[in-house]
């Protein structure tokens, strides 16, 4: 019997980088989500029951089909006050930023590169005495996104 072991990776190379809207753009991750990262892709379907037509008493075959497709990231970490403000700042604008989502290994490792628009649908700061504020967020598609093998 051969081993075929999980190829696994470090959460913090899943990371998501900002726009910063200049030519050539450049693309640098919030300092701020610094600990906890999550990458969701979801899927609209369809649900059609198809009848057996010889004999419609039968139970029907259900088929799907995909209506459309979703990205969504949140993110957390300890509050970093620059990037909370620049972040804060495009949610109460309903900024749509540029970002990337990366899987940051090499395409042999398995990296991939997600690339689009996302807008910040919600941002929280947290804070206890004696202890570091905290922040998390969340981050929805706002257009269609690419996905592309690291080099």
């Known amino acids: 019997m051969t081993s075929n072991p999980v190829q696994y990776f470090s959460g913090e190379?899943?990371?998501i980088q900002v726009g910063n809207g200049q030519a050539p753009e450049a693309f640098i991750a919030s300092a701020t989500i610094n600990t906890t990262r999550a990458l969701d892709i979801s899927a609209k379907a369809s649900t059609t029951e198809i009848a057996d037509t010889v004999n419609p008493s039968l139970p029907a075959s259900t088929v799907r089909q995909i209506?459309?497709?979703d990205i969504?990231?949140?993110g957390s970490g300890i509050a970093d006050a620059p990037s909370y403000y620049a972040l804060a700042s495009a949610a109460l604008a309903g900024t749509v930023l540029d970002v990337k989502i990366l899987?940051?290994?090499t395409g042999a490792q398995g990296g991939v590169t997600f690339t689009g628009k996302m807008v910040i649908t919600a941002i929280n700061l947290s804070g206890t005495r004696g202890d570091m504020t905290t922040f998390t967020s969340t981050w929805e598609q706002a257009a269609p996104f690419t996905l592309a093998?690291?080099?």
Request: aromatic share 6%; no cysteine.
């Open 67 to 69: 209506i459309s497709t």
């Open 13 to 15: 190379h899943l990371l």
């Open 149 to 151: 093998q690291n080099a």
């Open 103 to 105: 899987m940051n290994l």
């Open 72 to 74: 969504k990231f949140t």
